[in-house]
């Protein structure tokens, strides 16, 4: 059985068509905007430079296994709780 994983152009594809229904004004060149919760939605504004890291595109993978390449919050929406992003985004940003 075979696993198909989204390459980087793929999700940077997605993210553009995600970013473009958003604001795009309140996003700081070179960082995206996603929506993180299992319930309600957080926003948190994240360094581009996430998506070239695995632990990243872990999450990535899960948000496309639940949501395909639609995000009905207009931006990328990411399935897991607050806190798990809060800890991955801390480490990568010591990094």
Same mark, same amino acid.
Do not use: W
């Given at each position: 059985?075979?696993? %198909? +994983?989204?390459?980087?152009?793929?999700?940077?594809?997605? +993210?553009?068509?995600?970013?473009? @229904? =958003?604001? =795009?004004?309140? /996003?700081?060149?070179? %960082?995206?905007? /996603?929506?993180?919760?299992?319930?309600? @939605?957080?926003?948190?504004? /994240?360094?581009?430079?996430?998506?070239? %890291? %695995? +632990?990243?595109? =872990? +999450?990535? @993978?899960?948000? !496309? !296994? !639940?949501?395909?390449?639609?995000?009905?919050?207009?931006?990328? =929406?990411?399935?897991?709780? !607050?806190?798990?992003?809060?800890d991955l985004t801390n480490q990568l940003s010591s990094l």
């Amino acid at each position: 059985m075979a696993i %198909h +994983l989204p390459s980087i152009p793929q999700i940077k594809k997605s +993210l553009r068509r995600s970013l473009s @229904n =958003t604001k =795009t004004s309140s /996003v700081p060149k070179g %960082h995206i905007a /996603v929506y993180v919760g299992e319930n309600q @939605n957080k926003r948190f504004v /994240v360094p581009i430079s996430y998506l070239n %890291h %695995h +632990l990243f595109q =872990t +999450l990535l @993978n899960q948000a !496309e !296994e !639940e949501f395909g390449f639609y995000h009905p919050m207009g931006g990328l =929406t990411i399935p897991c709780d !607050e806190d798990t992003f809060i800890d991955l985004t801390n480490q990568l940003s010591s990094l």
